[in-house]
């Protein structure tokens, strides 16, 4: 079946900008993660949802991002008045379970977001 | 706070060599442990999972060993080829399945 997609793959914008990024997590998978992957960062965790709540919200960086998920599917992530330390590649993962020991996530091939 | 450390930060070797990446982390409450790969510019594949109750995970050349114990897991790849070039990452698996990675081990494997 399809794997989990994101989109735009590719975004440049300038600062100040508002962006909304988009995952489509594989079908009936509960669980979704967002990422943040940056050269001076590495591969950060963002926010969790399971269904279209977030019970962990722990890693978003400051009141500018933001994320929901409606109808336990898709999900966005919103960056609002973007800085130019925003600019990273932005991975979705969703998973069965979210959570337990078997549980494996798939990711998104992500979206590059460049802010000028 | 858990922190993964993944040595060493880069590789580079002759086709048809056995290698070996490591992985350490600082909390050994963990669920489980993933090792993940990353070519240029795409998204991430599993590669194995090795649950908290266990020690090894083999698929094909590749095994992944756990020492929760200890802090510590081994990459193994037998063997390695061309198309094995890739940024290797390691994760170790939260209570909600958050995972925390490392900073990853770029290889390269020449012809």
């Known amino acids: 079946g399809a794997g989990v997609s994101q989109s735009p793959s590719n975004k440049v914008t300038e600062k100040g900008k508002d962006v909304e990024l988009r995952c489509d997590p594989i079908?009936?998978?509960?669980?979704l993660y967002w990422y943040r992957q940056s050269l001076g960062q590495g591969l950060e965790f963002l926010i969790y949802?399971?269904?279209?709540?977030?019970?962990?919200k722990s890693g978003l960086p400051s009141d500018r991002f933001s994320a929901e998920r409606t109808g336990g599917s898709v999900s966005t992530l919103t960056i609002q008045r973007t800085q130019q330390e925003d600019s990273a590649v932005y991975l979705c993962?969703?998973?069965?379970?979210?959570?337990?020991?078997?549980?494996?996530?798939?990711f998104g091939p992500g979206t590059r977001l460049t802010v000028l | 706070k858990q922190e993964v450390t993944q040595i060493p930060a880069a590789l580079s070797v002759p086709e048809g060599e056995n290698l070996v990446l490591n992985c350490s982390f600082t909390?050994?409450?963990?669920?489980?442990l993933q090792w993940f790969r990353q070519d240029p510019g795409k998204g991430l594949t599993s590669l194995l999972l090795?649950?908290?109750?266990?020690r090894e995970q083999t698929s094909g050349r590749l095994n992944a060993s756990l020492d929760k114990s200890s802090g510590r897991s081994t990459l193994y790849i037998a063997a390695s080829q061309p198309g094995d070039s890739a940024t290797y990452l390691c994760?170790?698996?939260?209570?909600?399945?958050?995972?925390?990675f490392g900073q990853g081990t770029t290889l390269q494997v020449k012809p």
């Open positions: 993962a969703s998973s069965y379970y979210g959570g337990g020991a078997t549980d494996t996530q798939y």
């Open positions: 079908s009936g998978h509960t669980a």
């Open positions: 949802f399971q269904g279209n709540s977030a019970p962990d």
């Open positions: 909390d050994s409450a963990i669920y489980n």
């Open positions: 090795i649950q908290s109750s266990q």
């Open positions: 994760a170790v698996t939260s209570n909600t399945g958050k995972l925390i």
